[in-house]
């Protein structure tokens, strides 16, 4: 379930909604990395930022899932979604895994919004790779999900390890890793396919 033996080529082919999402990370990481780019006015205008949010940019909900804050921030969030999310866009289809990727991420930077201060500000795709986690956590805990249920020692794991994780670290967003466990979770019923 999460391993990868693909050639590049065959992933993309694959998984070319997951392939999406990892190149545009990499191309805003580019966009906010390199001297001949503007980094501070994409930042500035992307973002999560709660006080411009607050004043109606709500584009600022979505955006911030494609950047991220350091080359390490990057690498780990995408190597995450290499591993795990594969799977859930051969159950989803192509679309439907974009359009839950997206969701759950946008839910989670809600609660961001909601529970966190005016001055706060978060960039990451950790909201809606969380969400991923909390769709596995739904489909092994709650629909039995026999491929799943397979793996839920690993799921749970690794859900519980990502948990802890989220509380050590500094500079993590804790609203927004749980809000898109709670998201995947709440959202899974309405993007599973019945089998």
């Known amino acids: 379930m999460f391993m990868r033996t693909e050639t590049l080529s065959q992933f993309i082919k694959l998984y070319p909604a997951v392939s999406i999402v990892l190149l545009l ?18 930042l500035k205008w992307l973002s999560g930022f709660n006080h411009f949010i607050a004043v109606g940019e709500w584009w600022r909900l979505l955006t911030p899932i494609f950047l991220h804050a350091s080359f390490t ?39 961001t919004f909601v529970l966190n201060p005016l001055s706060y500000v978060h960039v990451g795709s950790s909201s809606s790779i969380f969400g991923v986690l909390g769709f596995y956590i739904w489909l092994a805990f709650v629909v039995k999900d026999g491929a799943v249920r ?46």
């Open 25 to 42: 990370n990499f191309l805003m990481f580019l966009l906010t990395s390199l001297p001949i780019f503007p980094q501070y006015t994409i």
């Open 73 to 111: 921030h990057l690498l780990f969030n995408c190597f995450s979604i290499v591993i795990l999310a594969p799977y859930l866009e051969r159950m989803l289809g192509h679309f439907r895994f974009f359009l839950f990727f997206l969701a759950a991420g946008s839910t989670a930077n809600v609660a």
């Open 150 to 195: 397979q793996h839920a020692k690993t799921i749970y794991g690794l859900t519980a390890l990502s948990v802890i994780t989220t509380f050590i670290q500094p500079d993590v967003n804790v609203i927004g890793h749980l809000g898109g466990l709670a998201a995947g979770i709440a959202l899974a019923p309405l993007f599973k396919v019945a089998t």
